[in-house]
Every structure is written in C-alpha cells, then in structure tokens.
C-alpha cells in the first residue's frame, strides 16, 4: 500500500498519479476526512487535471460510506471552492495539484468557512487514519450513505467577488491574462469579462486560457521567471496597461506592468493594504517575513496595525483570526481578505490591482514605484548537505558584521545599513532558501552573494 507519510505534507496532499495518489487512496482518504473531521456534509471541486473528477468520485465515497453527503461544485479554482465552503458553511476539498506538473494531483481540505486544515489543525490525524484505512482496510458502511450533489457556482463566485471591488468606474484598460492552461482560464472570463455579467471597461487578451492539464505551453508556476516570458512578451506586443499571471488553481496571480518588467508581491502586497485600510482605518494587516520592509512601513504610514508572521498559510490564517486583520500577503503572492473568510484569492488580489490602476492616469510601473522601496533578492535556493551547519555558518558570519538575528521563521539578520537577509530550510528536500533586502541594488547584489559564498562552500 502506498506510504502516506510520503505525500501528505505540511498543508495538503500532493503526489504522483496514480502510484502515490489513486483512487484508493483517494477513497481511504475520504473516510479519514469523515471520521477526523466529524464532517455531516462536505463541498468538493477539482481542476483541469484529467485524474480530477475519478479522484474527487473516490473521495466522496469514502466520505459518503460514512454518512456525510457530497456537493459536487465540478470545475473549480481554488478559490472557488473556498468561495464554496464559506457560502455553503461546508468543509471542503480540492483536488489539484497547484503548479506541479502533469503527473501530479493533490488534495487540498478545509472546514466549513475555508478554515484551514493542515499539520497542526487535523492533517496528521487524516493522513494517520487514512492508512490505518488503507492497510487494514474502510470501516464498515453506515445503513444510510450521505447524498451526492451538484451544484454550480461560478456565478455566484463572480457575483461576490465584482461586489467587493468596483470596476465599473475604471478608465478603459487593457488586460493580458496568462492562465497557463490552468483554471484562471475557466474563472477570468466569468469575473473579469462578459461570459456572465455585465461588460467592465476592460479588453482581456487571452493566453493559453484553454484547460489542459498537461501544460503544453509552460508550467503553470508564475514564481519562476521563465514561465512569465510570454505574457511579459504580449503585454509588450499588445500595448497592454497590465499583465496577470495565475497558476494553475488560479489562487495565486502576478502582476507585470505596460513594460513588461514584475511587480513584486510586496508592492502588490502594500497596494491592497492601503485600499483595504481605507475601508477599515487603523486594522491590521498580516505580512510574512520574507516581505519587503516597505510592507510594514506603509501600513503603518496609513494607519494600520502590521503584524509579521512566518511563511505559510496556515500561520497567515491564523494570525488574521487572532488579530480580526482585514488583508494578508506573502512574498510568493498568496493575498487573503477578511472579507473573503480569510482564504487566499489571485482573483480578488488582481481585481485590487486593477481597480487601483484604473483610477488614476499614470502608468502602472509609475503608480508602482511607491511600493517597490527596496531592491529584493527574490528566493535562491541551494541545495546543501547538512541545512543546519550552513544556517550557523550564516549566522557566525553576520553577527561579525553587527547583524541583529531572531529566528520567527528560520534566521532573519538585520544588518546595521537596514539589509536584512532571512535563510530558511525545506521541510522536503535538501535546500536551504535564501532572501535578501537593501537599499539599493548594489548593496543586496553584496550581501546576497557573500552568503552564498558561505551557504556554498
């Protein structure tokens, strides 16, 4: 029988298909989220992967074998679905994989309202009886099986989303959207264009909107700077006000501007801060540490109340109901809104950004620049023998120099100049990640190669 252990990771299910993830697993998998959870009914979604539908029909037996009915929601982004558990009240599931490549599918599982579940909220509990299912086998089924439905909701997620950011004011835009074959191409046209509502004043230029899952044309992963080569090449050919870049569940979106040059995630991150604060004064937004100083800096220049938090969603998700945060971003460009039951949306983030750019005259790269105070290094991974060493050895080197270090998430080093450099470990392979941050781009160029000159050596 498969190992779970080996595909069931910090925040959700994510393995090959099928010889780690099949449709028994899937099944064991669906009983487990039962039995754990105490779940009555559950929404379920799956994306354009072409395992999808066989793997959420498994699932929903396991779960229906024990009582608890199914809503079928079919197509979905991920953000769909956490629209779906949150107007629905429902835990949920979704199967995707994200921007992994074909071969793989996953599971990502939430309670009702889009609450999280990962390894410290219910996951390990899964994963443990979810094998403990597949070795000795299901339990028996109850008398009466849960109900299986379906239900449309792409509409009504469009609807939502158009009523917390108007777009109907903006000037005319020209939009080039890159779906990477992923579910943004299934989503955008409902939300941002006229397939079901009313028309906006925005002219979207498709790229690779058809849904496949194989990704012919590049990975739907917009973190790696080659797969943004062909949007920032039709942004450029299209004489487009903006580019948008979502991967493959469409939860998280990058932007690239008139010159086909990036806009962080940490400008993004701050430009929705300040039009969240606008609406809520002095709340508090939750950033991660890998984000630029610039993000604090101006929350608080607008009233609000940041909080720094580690990497990772659950943490985020936490933070934002432990403090009532109206708005959260990371550096890998997952942004989660209050008014969205604190999940992540590409969606709602892109609509800001848009709404943004469309109320004013200048450029975007001109109207950004506000928000890019700081030159970044971006994530540099290096693959190391021994993580620990190297963060010692980083460390060792740094405090020499007067860094100030604390250890949130990994090592954070504070420089005296104001550069600060993060080294953080994988929890699955043998990588140490590396970001850098300085005042100028000459300064983090010096920093950011000194320590990997030490991480490396």
């Not at 079919?74 to 107007?87: E, I, K, N, R, V």
């Not at 004064?281 to 220049?301: C, F, W």
């Not at 945060?325 to 990371?330: D, L, P, R, T």
């Not at 860094?403 to 993060?422: H, Y």
Request: charged share 20%; glycine share 10%; hydrophobic share 45%.
């Amino acid at each position: 029988m498969p190992d779970l252990s080996a595909i069931v990771k910090a925040y959700d299910v994510r393995g090959t298909v099928p010889d780690q993830l099949n449709a028994d697993v899937a099944r064991a998998l669906g009983a487990a989220f039962v039995t754990v959870t105490g779940a009555r009914a559950l929404a379920a979604g799956h994306d354009m992967r072409e395992s999808g539908p066989e793997l959420l029909s498994a699932f929903a037996d396991g779960a229906r074998s024990l009582g608890a009915d199914v809503v079928d929601i079919g197509l979905a982004s991920t953000d769909l679905l956490y629209f779906a558990s949150g107007t629905l009240d429902l835990p949920g599931a979704m199967f995707t994989a994200s921007h992994n490549p074909a071969r793989y599918n996953g599971i990502k599982l939430c309670r009702a309202g889009a609450q999280p579940i990962g390894q410290d909220s219910g996951l390990v509990e899964i994963r443990a009886t979810a094998q403990q299912y597949l070795d000795g086998g299901l339990p028996e089924p109850v008398a009466q099986p849960g109900s299986l439905s379906s239900r449309e909701l792409l509409g009504d997620y469009a609807r939502y989303l158009r009523s917390l950011v108007d777009l109907s004011g903006s000037r005319p835009l020209k939009v080039v959207v890159d779906a990477g074959n992923g579910m943004a191409g299934y989503t955008v046209p409902a939300v941002l264009g006229d397939e079901l509502l009313g028309v906006l004043p925005l002219e979207i230029v498709p790229l690779y909107f058809e849904l496949d899952g194989t990704f012919p044309n590049h990975e739907a992963n917009p973190l790696e700077p080659a797969n943004l080569v062909d949007l920032q090449k039709a942004v450029l050919a299209h004489g487009a006000d903006i580019g948008l870049a979502f991967d493959g569940d469409a939860d998280r979106c990058f932007v690239i501007d008139g010159s086909g040059d990036p806009v962080s995630p940490s400008a993004v991150t701050a430009l929705v801060a300040v039009r969240e604060l606008a609406k809520s004064p002095g709340a508090v937004v939750i950033h991660n540490l890998i984000t630029s100083r610039a993000v604090p800096e101006i929350v608080a220049e607008h009233g609000g109340r940041p909080v720094r938090t580690r990497v990772g969603h659950s943490f985020i998700k936490a933070q934002m109901a432990e403090t009532d945060a109206v708005f959260g971003g990371e550096h890998s460009a997952h942004y989660y809104f209050r008014d969205f039951w604190r999940a992540d949306t590409g969606m709602l983030a892109a609509m800001h950004v848009l709404a943004a750019l469309g109320e004013q005259d200048a450029p975007l790269k001109e109207f950004a620049a506000e928000f890019e105070r700081y030159h970044g290094s971006g994530e540099i991974n290096s693959t190391v023998a021994d993580a620990a060493a190297a963060r010692s050895a980083i460390e060792a080197h740094f405090a020499a120099q007067g860094g100030r270090s604390d250890e949130l998430d990994g090592l954070t080093l504070s420089l005296p100049d104001g550069a600060w450099l993060n080294v953080r470990a994988s929890n699955t392979e043998p990588l140490l990640r590396l970001n850098v941050e300085a005042g100028t781009a000459e300064r983090m160029a010096a920093v950011r190669d000194e320590a990997l000159a030490v991480i490396r050596r």
